[in-house]
């Protein structure tokens, strides 16, 4: 916790260590999700000066750790189309 | 407008209707009647903290309303009154949890009429001074210290999607002007 690590050019520190396991699948997927048990997950984020703010994910589930970057976005940002609509919203 | 997405249990305690408002994001929820917290993620609804408050308060927005802020519709899920002792005096102010399914949680406080409309940041502040004082820089801008204290929970009600407990400590430190506050837990 509280680490910082450069990964793809920008300074990250841990901000969450989270044990999972898979609890369903659906549809097809390009990774074995099978003979997994509980695995690590590191969350990572960008501090205030690094605008707009980035996230990373270290994913240890596999035989070699591997890093997802991003950013985070609103669900309008998305443009999602046809989606289900909440009852009620 | 149509009618709220709700589902209706009953509190194990005390046998009175509770009403789940914030879909499957709720940690708890504190019953409305006897004031019990109680399990949102069980289907029984496990009791996590009986009813131990002196006081009773009651929220000025019931829980269950909906309305417009900046544009966009939010539905009130929780209340709570948090509690802060300066030099002996006790001050006591609302928060608001706001719930909207494709917006996530806002947060409203209240003290003495003076009203903020709060959101949670995704990235972290970093400390630094501006002079003499100890201040906070977040995503251009420098934020001074203002006030430091620490926050009891003195009464809750509806839903929250942590695991909030009648008696939990918080430490608050707020900054002007914009307004930054960080809340962290203790251990």
Known sequence: ?89 | MTAPAVSSLSCPQCGAAITLRALDQAETVACASCGSVLDARDPNLRVLQGYEEAQKFTPQIPLGTRGVLKGEKWEVVGFQVRCATIDGSSYYWDEYLLFNPYKGFRYLSEFQGHWNFIRTLSALPVETRSGMKPAIFMLGRTYVGFDSMAAKTSFVLGEFPWQVRVGDVVKVDTRSAVYLSRVATAG
């Not at chain 1, 695995?39 to 605008?51: A, H, K, Q, Y």
């Not at chain 1, 240890?60 to 046809?82: C, F, H, I, K, M």
């Open chain 1, 1 to 89: 916790m509280s680490q910082s690590y450069a990964i793809d050019g920008t300074l990250f520190t841990v901000s969450s260590l989270t044990y999972a396991r898979y609890a369903g699948v659906e549809g097809e997927l390009p990774f074995e999700y099978w003979d997994h048990g509980v695995e690590l997950f590191v969350d990572l984020d960008t501090d205030g000066t690094i605008d707009p703010a980035r996230i990373a994910t270290l994913d240890y589930s596999d035989e070699v750790p591997v890093a997802y970057v991003g950013s985070y976005v609103t669900l309008d940002e998305l443009g999602l189309r046809n989606t289900r609509m909440i009852e009620g919203w």
